[in-house]
T-cell receptor, first 114, second 114 residues
């Protein structure tokens, strides 16, 4: 099993460009989420999904869109990149959010907006 | 709103000594806490969790203590090893919207000295 796979690992964008961070999991998890991590801080929730066709906003959703057309994939779209979106992005999936040891994180995507 | 924070941003310990990482939380209704380890360039990894009906929980070389009276929890690592060097986060796993969500503290950088 690959677990949670994020692509790309590194990306540099110009202000105003759009892009999509991909996240895929092969564990048949219903719950998936996106976090951002800024220097010296913990992860903050951007968007999450409790199943295919269902998405919801987290703590810091502005400037990001998500969709969940399949159980496996949960892409994060930056509509018009801004320098404030320079961060490390983590995707996570879980089959039961009530148990912490069932939450799996991807390796992260480093995004720089210039 | 709720927040989860850490007392110390950095901690250096000698190899073989015990480490204690502290965390404070503000929401008295919080009922489930998780400790994560994050190595450089990687996503968070589950270490141990504790629910509010417990005061203490032990794992392999790790112990989590929960003091609900003062809203404080700690992670104790016995016989700290070089491989324990990482950033440690406490997170509160609370119900928000349609699923439980993780609210992370800002992290403590643990450095193990030879």
């Amino acid at each position: 099993n690959a677990g949670v796979t994020q692509t790309p690992k590194f990306q540099v964008l110009k202000t105003g460009q759009s892009m999509t961070l991909q996240c895929a999991q092969d564990m048949n998890h219903e719950y998936m989420s996106w976090y951002r991590q800024d220097p010296g801080m913990g992860l903050r929730l951007i968007h999450y999904s409790v199943g295919a066709g269902i998405t919801d906003q987290g703590e810091v959703p502005n400037g990001y869109n998500v969709s969940r057309s399949t159980t496996e994939d949960f892409p994060l779209r930056l509509l018009s990149a801004a320098p404030s979106q320079t961060s490390v992005y983590f995707c996570a999936s879980s089959y039961d959010t009530r148990s912490g040891n069932t939450i799996y994180f991807g390796e992260g995507s480093w995004l720089t907006v210039v | 709103g709720e927040s989860v924070g850490l007392h110390l941003p950095t901690l250096s310990v000698q190899e073989g000594d015990n480490s204690i990482i502290n965390c404070a939380y503000s929401n008295s209704a919080s009922d489930y806490f998780i400790w994560y380890k994050q190595e450089s360039g990687k996503g968070p990894q589950f270490i141990i969790d504790i629910r509010s009906n417990m005061d203490k929980r032990q794992g392999q070389r790790v112990t989590v203590l929960l003091n609900k009276t003062v809203k404080h929890l700690s992670l104790q690592i016995a016989a700290t090893q070089p491989g324990d060097s990482a950033v440690y986060f406490c997170a509160e796993n609370g119900l928000s919207g349609s699923a439980r969500q993780l609210t992370f503290g800002s992290g403590t950088q643990l450095t193990v000295l030879p």
